[in-house]
């Protein structure tokens, strides 16, 4: 069986050791120190992750983070590339799940904050698992947005969401689809069809979770 999740981590720590902790990601004010700190808080302290989607708790996921991101690089880095056995996002049962959207992401959060950056050719297979996690994505990010959405990913498949009403399309690819979806709109390739006021609203509405 595939192990995107394992793959889209590596690939990420090699490109984190390569560009260095300072290096900027494609997250407003982040660097890469600053997004090592996130996915170690989210691994390895349940206690404050749920302040990642909860606003209530998110003070307290931020001062850990903090805390996170000040120790030394080599043990930060380290600790991105290997996950412990007991977490509850990354223990062998559910890292696929829960780990091949999130790592795809967070990759190209740093490779797209480049300025030479190209879209990567991925494989089928990871094409696949991306857009099975994009179909809940779509559902939960666009739930609310005043129009029927029709995301497609051509030769993967289709959904639509919103509240209904005028119509306006997405697609692309699955990853870019991720990339959009996730609120990453300006560094993402989408092709958007649909009436112009809908187009611009819909790339500029902050889909992040």
Request: with cysteine.
């Amino acid at each position: 069986m595939p192990r995107y999740a394992r793959a889209e981590r590596e690939a990420l720590a090699d490109l984190m050791q390569t560009l260095g902790p300072e290096a900027p990601t494609v997250n407003d004010g982040w660097t890469i120190r600053d997004l090592a700190a996130h996915l170690v808080l989210r691994e390895r302290r349940p206690d404050a992750a749920g302040g990642i989607v909860l606003p209530p708790l998110r003070g307290h996921a931020e001062r850990v983070r903090l805390r996170i991101a000040a120790r030394a690089w080599p043990r930060l880095l380290d600790e991105v590339r290997r996950p412990p056995a007991w977490s509850p996002v990354s223990n062998p049962v559910t890292d696929e799940l829960a780990n091949t959207l999130e790592f795809f992401i967070h990759h190209e959060d740093v490779r797209r904050a480049r300025p030479d950056w190209l879209p990567r050719d991925l494989a089928a297979g990871l094409n696949a698992a991306l857009w099975k996690r994009c179909a809940g994505l779509a559902r939960l990010a666009l739930r609310r947005f005043p129009a029927d959405v029709l995301v497609q990913a051509p030769g993967y498949g289709e959904l639509h969401v919103g509240r209904g009403g005028d119509s306006v399309r997405v697609a692309g690819a699955p990853g870019e689809l991720a990339l959009f979806l996730s609120g990453r709109q300006r560094v993402s390739r989408m092709q958007i069809d649909g009436p112009a006021a809908l187009a611009d609203r819909l790339r500029g509405t902050d889909l992040g979770m």
